[in-house]
């Protein structure tokens, strides 16, 4: 008997295997030097050299919801240690694998125990998200307009109207900054107008926080949109991950964070959310909490973190800007890349001119048009360039 006969191929969102390494791989997913080489931040090695060597850097499970200090440090983060929020206890974060387990955990129990079936994705998103969500039970899967693809800009006044007509306890899922693919993100205006209609539509806000740190160069400011959600009185889940701005890619670094209105709430939550998070990973990796934690709770060394994600930020900025300043001699506008923020790049391509890039340039972008604008470097980024100018030329 042969089970596996009838199992279909998955087309991949990315070019196939045999296109990549031929060419400039763009859909890299990770910070890249400007000689195109991967990055371990120089506090991060001192961090995890101490662990290795301190008595308590064994191999222990850690609880199921994760390392406690870990989780206060992140939602700290992420929240602001003065927040509302968490000095009156109706805060709490749980460990998760990276963003992305964060997103499927906390989809996991607003299907299960909330009992919630409607989501709304911005549109673009990554397939990824409607994935998660799909399986964890929502059968009501919408999207927002996001992109306006002729302008190359948020079309707030459509987004508001598409979320005006979301059905009371939608779930909506926004990105905290450095929106992944557009790298455009709503201005304070456009959040406190964002913010209004969920409150008045009664819509629950669950934020993708990838990037904290990379949008503006600073966490603070990267988080003013979740910070300004919880001064107004919403309720939220945040998929808070720490793959990008520590470098911890493989440790699968996440935490899901939880903002209730009523203390008294809270206190059921870590029992459910244990429940549901036993049956899906049930404790989860030490080294990376244990690494991030260390970092944010030592002065000095979240000091030396908060320059390494400065310098990031900077030179992911000077490739942008560079991008935008070869392509400027052709006929076709691209201010809207000076506007991005986050490591990725959104052309506004056709489907045609991407599978052009791909198939003639052998320039290896994502599917939508996307790329990693770290993978650019001084050895690619001419190259790039004109490969670009080419396909807008020629190809509709």
């Avoid at 009664?202 to 300004?228: C, N, V």
């Avoid at 870590?270 to 690494?291: E, H």
């Amino acid at each position: 008997m042969e089970f596996f006969n009838d199992v279909p191929l998955v087309v991949p969102r990315s070019p196939p295997e045999e296109v990549l390494g031929k060419g400039i791989d763009l859909t890299i997913t990770t910070f890249r030097t400007s000689n195109g080489n991967s990055v371990v931040l120089p506090v991060v090695r001192h961090a995890r050299i101490d662990y290795a060597e301190r008595p308590y850097g064994n191999h222990d499970y850690l609880p199921i919801l994760g390392h406690e200090g870990f989780r206060e440090m992140a939602t700290e983060l992420a929240l602001g240690k003065e927040s509302p929020a968490i000095v009156e206890k109706r805060a709490m974060g749980v460990q998760c694998l990276s963003g992305t387990g964060a997103l499927g955990s906390g989809a996991d129990f607003l299907a299960q125990v909330c009992k919630l079936d409607t989501v709304y994705f911005s549109n673009p998103t990554w397939d990824t998200h409607r994935r998660i969500f799909a399986k964890a039970g929502f059968t009501n899967i919408r999207e927002y307009t996001y992109w306006d693809y002729d302008q190359k800009c948020i079309n707030i006044q459509q987004l508001l109207v598409d979320l005006k007509e979301a059905p009371e306890k939608s779930v909506v899922v926004l990105h905290a900054c450095a929106h992944s693919p557009t790298g455009m993100d709503p201005s304070p205006d456009m959040w406190r107008a964002i913010a209004d209609v969920v409150k008045r539509q009664k819509l629950f806000t669950f934020f993708d926080f990838a990037y904290q740190g990379l949008a503006s160069g600073d966490p603070d400011t990267d988080a003013w949109a979740i910070r300004y959600f919880v001064d107004q009185g919403l309720e939220m889940f945040v998929a808070q991950s720490f793959a990008f701005n520590f470098g911890l890619y493989n440790d699968r670094v996440g935490n899901l964070i939880v903002v209730m209105n009523n203390p008294k709430n809270i206190e059921n939550f870590p029992s459910q959310k244990t429940r549901v998070n036993v049956s899906k990973f049930s404790n989860p990796p030490a080294i990376g909490a244990c690494t991030v934690y260390k970092i944010l709770s030592t002065p000095l060394l979240k000091s030396l973190w908060l320059q390494d994600v400065q310098d990031m930020y900077m030179s992911i900025k000077r490739r942008r800007l560079m991008l935008s300043f070869l392509l400027t001699g052709n006929s076709k506008p691209w201010y809207h890349i000076d506007c991005q923020t986050g490591i990725f790049n959104f052309l506004g391509l056709t489907k045609t001119q991407t599978h052009h890039l791909i198939n003639e340039h052998n320039v290896n972008v994502f599917r939508n048009g996307c790329f990693n604008i770290a993978a650019l470097n001084m050895k690619n980024i001419d190259i790039v360039a004109k490969a670009i100018e080419e396909t807008v030329e020629n190809v509709n």
